[in-house]
């Protein structure tokens, strides 16, 4: 469960990628994503997000979104060399 609503509008088309598990996922909310991981885990955005993927009952938004989160972070911190 994500600590921020999802506000993004839902259509007739994203309905229907939600429905075959395609999550559409904006540069805004992979930025916001890594903001709140960095300051739940310490710095440690990458290692933060794999944690979490292995939390039960997530949505499979946030799994895409964690997934998003840690493609894109520096080489340097999905190494887990970070801080």
Do not use: C
Request: aromatic share 4%.
């Amino acid at each position: 469960m994500s600590d921020h609503p999802d506000t993004r509008e839902t259509t007739r088309w994203t309905a229907l990628l939600e429905l075959l598990g395609i999550h559409r996922i904006t540069a805004q909310e992979i930025r916001a994503e890594t903001m709140f991981l960095g300051n739940r885990h310490q710095g440690r955005i990458a290692e933060g997000a794999r944690l979490e993927l292995k939390a039960s009952g997530i949505s499979a938004y946030r799994v895409a979104l964690l997934r998003a989160v840690i493609r894109a972070v520096p080489a340097r911190d999905a190494a887990g060399a970070d801080r």
